[in-house]
């Protein structure tokens, strides 16, 4: 079975603060994405990557950075955390067939609240 | 850019009762559609998929099927149950794009 773990489930930081969701997958898959899922809004694509050192915008990029160093490990960082910021983070990852066609696995989430 | 729109929730049911939860999507193209659920306390798994005009996805006891005349793809469970209390979100994959597309959730819930 495919797993995407995340570090953390909850998640509290204060206004300012520099905030690093790890993300690790172990099925060799070279996709993997950042989502935050918020009431009513469904799932926002933040960053997504196809390759190591790789990766490119999705729909609300601002705020927000990523790192791609090893195949396996997708790390969302927020610069400067801020109240707008807490939401449910989402990491996701597929296997290299056409781009993004094939089923995305989803790890647990992580629930963040930045006082 | 696409779109995709499924009803609002919650919608509450009694065991037993047959479910219908609306989706229907914009795009340019001819997307790949899917419908994800989302368990209370985990992430999105998969639940069913259609590549392809008129392909029919099925998993437990799920339907959909792919409507390109009405730009649809409706969830339907004949009879559910309350373990099928959950987070149902209708997606859509067009490979200009080369994303995901999320609709905003339907949350179910079903009473004993």
């Known amino acids: 079975d495919v797993k995407v773990t995340q570090s953390s489930r909850y998640l509290v930081k204060r206004t300012g603060e520099k905030v690093f969701l790890e993300c690790v997958q172990d099925?060799?898959?070279?996709?993997m994405f950042w989502y935050r899922q918020d009431p009513g809004l469904g799932l926002r694509l933040i960053y997504f990557s196809y390759d190591v050192k790789m990766k490119e915008k999705g729909d609300i990029p601002e705020g927000y950075s990523v790192s791609r160093e090893k195949k396996e490990r997708f790390s969302l960082i927020l610069e400067s955390a801020s109240t707008n910021q807490t939401s449910m983070y989402l990491c996701a990852s597929s296997p290299d067939r056409p781009r993004g066609t094939d089923t995305q696995y989803f790890g647990p989430g992580t629930r963040l609240t930045v006082l | 850019g696409d779109s995709v729109t499924q009803m609002e929730g919650p919608v509450t049911l009694s065991e037993e009762a047959f479910l219908t939860i609306n989706c229907t999507y914009t795009a340019t193209g001819y997307p790949s559609l899917f419908w994800y659920v989302q368990y209370p306390g985990e992430g999105l798994q998969l639940l069913l998929k259609?590549?392809?005009?008129?392909d029919k996805g099925s998993n437990k006891g799920f339907e959909a099927t792919y409507r390109k005349e009405t730009t649809s793809f409706h969830l339907e469970k004949g009879s559910v149950q309350v373990s099928d209390s959950a987070v149902y979100f209708c997606?859509?994959?067009?490979?200009?794009?080369?994303?995901?597309?999320f609709g905003g959730g339907t949350r179910v819930l079903v009473k004993p």
């Open positions: 099925m060799d898959h070279e996709n």
């Open positions: 259609a590549t392809k005009a008129d």
């Open positions: 997606a859509s994959f067009e490979a200009a794009g080369n994303k995901l597309t």
